[in-house]
């Protein structure tokens, strides 16, 4: 492996329920992040049939922020502080769950009974320890306000933190960055190296760094100080991420991400006694899972 690379990582399979199949890429048992990134589910490109909307019941979340950007279709985002928000492709959805919120994401109503193509990403940024407890929040930025821009021939958008120069207007508590390109034949596009931690994943095309071939549904992760070219040998479309690392230890268990073990059983038990506000006119929710699961570290640095 190239000296510049620091890991690879393939996602696995990954049922949402009811069918809804996912590549989940982060978290993996390395334990590693990137910048703040956590977690990082691909789902599509795939098409919903009219009798399969998609309904991720209500659940939980705490110590973290929710990120969701679609290239196809339309997903209808609900929480209790009230949200209701139908996002689409181009958009950000920024949910802050600090210490503690709960959201549904499904198929809109006037989308049901439709078929529907779906192509999207959900992050996951661990918030800063000073913001861990932070109250919860959401906000929605739409695609045109998203800094657009050519790079290296690459034609770029900065969905989130600061790159080549732009910052996305979306709020950030971390240092980060989050970049959308698409990349002609024959064009190299250079990572940004003011941020620590840095990754490339592919969605389309072929790319190659330092003779290294970038495979489909990979992400790639470059190692720190490392100068980055992005080669496309075909028209490609690829997503750049990372920044400063975690400030500290984070464990990951479920839904719920916390700088302690002890925060975790916390939001567990404060979830099986229904101690969280819901989203209103909503009864369904997603049980806390009884399935063995354990508790992932992911280490700073």
Known sequence: MSTLIRERLKGQSHDLGDGLMIRRVLPTPSGHAIGPFIFMDHFGPLTLPATKPMDVRPHPHIGL??????????????DALGNTQVIEPGAVNWMTAGRGIVHSER?????????????????WVALPLEHERIAPSFEHTDASALP???????????????A?????????LSKLFY??????????????????????????GDMRVDGESLQLGELMVFR????????????????LLGGAPLDAPRYLWWNF????EAALEEARQAWREQRYAMVEGDAEFIPLPDDGRLTLRLEAG
Do not use: C, F, N
């Not at 809109?108 to 990403?121: C, I, K, P």
């Not at 080549?164 to 207007?169: K, Q, V």
């Not at 990349?183 to 389309?204: N, S, T």
């Not at 991400?257 to 302690?260: D, E, I, N, T």
């Open 224 to 239: 720190p100080g490392a100068k980055i070219a992005l080669g496309a040998s075909v028209d490609s479309h690829v997503v």
């Open 107 to 123: 198929t809109a109503a006037e989308d049901r009974g439709h078929a529907q193509s779906l192509h999207g990403l959900q992050l």
């Open 179 to 204: 970049v959308d390109a698409r990349m002609p034949k024959g064009k190299a596009l250079h990572v940004p190296d003011e941020h620590v931690q840095r990754a490339a994943y592919l969605l389309e």
């Open 164 to 172: 080549y120069g732009a910052r996305s207007p979306v709020s950030t």
């Open 257 to 260: 991400v916390a700088s302690s």
């Open 65 to 78: 922020a929710t990120v969701t950007y679609l290239w196809q279709g339309r997903i209808e985002h609900k």
């Open 148 to 162: 657009e821009l050519s790079v290296d021939g690459a034609s770029v958008r900065v969905i989130a933190g600061t």
